[in-house]
Structure formats: structure tokens, C-alpha cells
């Protein structure tokens, strides 16, 4: 298995431009989440599905869209960037009864 | 929602020496106490949990312990080596909210 997968790895932005950040997983995880990790502070929570056709919003959703259509790939749409989503984005995926989360490597994203 | 206090935000100790990180949680629904481990430029991966039915938890050098009633949980390392130098998160899981709280995180430097 090859876990959670999350593409791509850098992007460098400009503002006011879109882009999508892939994550898929194969371990059959029916949560789903995606967080931001600003330079040398904590995760903070933006989106999560609890399964296909599912999504809330986080801590910090502003800026950004979710969808879940399948059980297996979460992607992280941004729109119009803004120098203040420049972070590190980490996709995780759970089985929700359990609470246990397996993270992606995370994709660092520049907002310039 | 959750809230996940944890301290100190730095910690240096000399290797071999025992290191101690606290957290407090404020949700008395949460149930799932991971703690995890990031290196720099890595994703964060678990290293340890306890359940809310369990007062304390071992492996080999890391423990972790919970107090139920006072709401927080500590993470005990023995014999630190410099290879334990990395942030640690601890966070709180709430069935019913069905999310992850992080919190912000020490940064644990091992002294040679």
C-alpha cells in the first residue's frame, strides 16, 4: 500500500492564481482531512469528509473548496491565492472510530 | 469545539536525561490521545497513543500518561538520545466531532 499520496510536492504561485492539491489514499480510510502547518506553528484543520459525497469545514476554510466523490482521493482546491496560504499542506486519512490519522508527506506551497 | 493546551514550547535536556511535555484538553467527549513526532521537513508520524480507559501507556523509552479527571496527558521520554530531537504534537480526539486537535507543539532539542 502505498498510503497517503499528495501531489505535488512544491508549487510556487501567484497571487490571485487557482490550483489543486491531490491527495489520494488506498487504505480505504473513510475520513479524510486536510491541514495547514504555518512555519514553526501547530496543524490547523481546513476541510474534512467523513466519507464519499461528504464534507465540513474546519478551523480555517476560508480560501478554500473540497470535494469527495470518491472514498479514495480528497483534493484541496485554492482560489485566487493570497500570500497568507503560503504554508504546508498536509493530507491525512483515519477510519474514524479510531481517531488514529496517517499523514501525507505534504506539499509546500508559496504564495508570492 | 476541542481545545488542546500543551507545554512547555521548548524544552533542551542532555542526552540521557529524562524529557516531560503536558498537555490539557477541554472536551470531556474526547477519547483518543495520539502524540506524534515531526522532524524537520517531514510529516508528522504517530509514536504513541492512549485510550480514555487507560491511565498509562509504555514503549520502551516513551510512556504516556492520562489523568481523566484533571483533563491532561504527558509524554514521558527516558534516556533521551540526540536522535529524539524533533517537535512533538500532542492531540485530542472527539467521536462526535469527529476531528483531530492539535496542539501547538514542543520543539525538544537533545543536548549531546
Known amino acids: 500500500n502505498a498510503g497517503v499520496t499528495q501531489t505535488p510536492k512544491f508549487r510556487i504561485l501567484k497571487i490571485g492564481q487557482s490550483m489543486t492539491l491531490q491527495c489520494t489514499q488506498d487504505m480505504n480510510h473513510n475520513y479524510m482531512y486536510w491541514y495547514r502547518q504555518d512555519p514553526g506553528m501547530g496543524l490547523k484543520l481546513i476541510y474534512y469528509s467523513v466519507g464519499a459525497g461528504i464534507t465540513d469545514k474546519g478551523e480555517v476554510p476560508n480560501g478554500y473548496n473540497v470535494s469527495r466523490s470518491t472514498t479514495e482521493d480528497f483534493p484541496l482546491r485554492l482560489e485566487l491565492a493570497a500570500p497568507s496560504q503560503t504554508s504546508v499542506y498536509f493530507c491525512?486519512?483515519?477510519?474514524?472510530?479510531?481517531?488514529?490519522?496517517?499523514f501525507g508527506e505534504g506539499s509546500r506551497l508559496t504564495v508570492l | 469545539g476541542e481545545n488542546v493546551e500543551q507545554h512547555p514550547s521548548t524544552l533542551s535536556v542532555q542526552e540521557g536525561d529524562s524529557a516531560v511535555i503536558k498537555c490539557t484538553y477541554s472536551d470531556s467527549a474526547s477519547n483518543y490521545f495520539p502524540w506524534y513526532k515531526q522532524e524537520l521537513g517531514k510529516r508528522p508520524q504517530l509514536i504513541i497513543d492512549?485510550?480514555?480507559?487507560?491511565g498509562e501507556k509504555k514503549d520502551q523509552r516513551i510512556a504516556v500518561t492520562l489523568n481523566k479527571t484533571a483533563k491532561h496527558f504527558s509524554l514521558h521520554i527516558t534516556e533521551t538520545q540526540p536522535e529524539d530531537s524533533a517537535v512533538y504534537f500532542c492531540?485530542?480526539?472527539?467521536?462526535?466531532?469527529?476531528?483531530?486537535?492539535f496542539g501547538s507543539g514542543t520543539q525538544l532539542t537533545v543536548l549531546p
Open positions: 492512549i485510550r480514555s480507559n487507560v
Open positions: 492531540a485530542g480526539w472527539s467521536g462526535s466531532a469527529r476531528q483531530l486537535t
Open positions: 491525512a486519512g483515519g477510519q474514524g472510530n479510531t481517531g488514529e490519522l496517517f
